[in-house]
């Protein structure tokens, strides 16, 4: 009875030692495997704040590297567009300076030109006057117009002539108002002591007169 005793308190005791060191085995286990979950689960944060870190940095010089391109081409832009406004304003230069002064004149001289061919369609389709006095006051009125554009004209010619050529026309225009004068009074006495020798006056005056200013234009305007 006592041996029977003994038998059953020894594998009491080896049951027991043998849970306890299952035990101790699981608790290892379970730190084991804790230890490698957290081992691992630190590699993957620390492969993955490198992985972030390399992102985050490829990124970066990834906008750097945008950054200077934009920056290049826009200095690239505004380089070339400085070029081109330097060519365009050459280019302007050019043209400006390809405007003689002799263009300008020309455009003057057509101008004027214009403006004499509107003065005589004008006169053309005046109305017709049937009266002598207002005939002849309607004579007056155009030489009186021509007269002031022969003016203007002069005017414009002493501004593009030379001394020299001034003086040779001033001498010229002298001799072309004694000229036409004369032939006014020449022309008035055919009708000597008729209601019309005032009116042929003045009319031959105003013809005289349209003819010159197209004269002056003409050889002298350049």
Excluded: P
């Amino acid at each position: 009875m006592k041996n029977n005793h003994k038998f059953l308190m020894v594998m009491l005791t080896v049951i027991f030692v043998v849970l306890v060191a299952c035990g101790n085995a699981s608790e290892e286990s379970n730190a084991n495997s804790s230890n490698k979950s957290l081992d691992r689960s630190t590699t993957q944060n620390a492969n993955g704040n490198l992985s972030n870190k390399s992102s985050k940095d490829t990124d970066k010089n990834r906008t750097e590297n945008s950054s200077e391109d934009t920056d290049d081409t826009h200095i690239h832009d505004q380089e070339d567009t400085s070029e081109n406004t330097s060519a365009n304003s050459n280019d302007g230069k050019s043209l400006t300076s390809g405007n003689s002064d002799d263009d300008v004149t020309e455009n003057k001289k057509e101008e004027y030109l214009n403006k004499l061919n509107r003065m005589e369609e004008s006169d053309k389709n005046a109305e017709a006057k049937t009266t002598i006095s207002d005939m002849e006051e309607q004579e007056e009125e155009r030489y009186k117009n021509w007269d002031k554009a022969l003016n203007e004209i002069y005017g414009v010619l002493k501004e593009q002539l030379s001394t020299e050529q001034m003086d040779k026309l001033r001498k010229e225009q002298r001799n072309w108002v004694e000229h036409r004068d004369e032939a006014a009074k020449k022309a008035s006495l055919e009708y000597e002591g008729g209601s019309t020798e005032s009116l042929e006056y003045v009319a031959t005056q105003a013809s005289l007169t349209k003819e010159r200013c197209y004269k002056l234009v003409a050889n002298y305007m350049k």
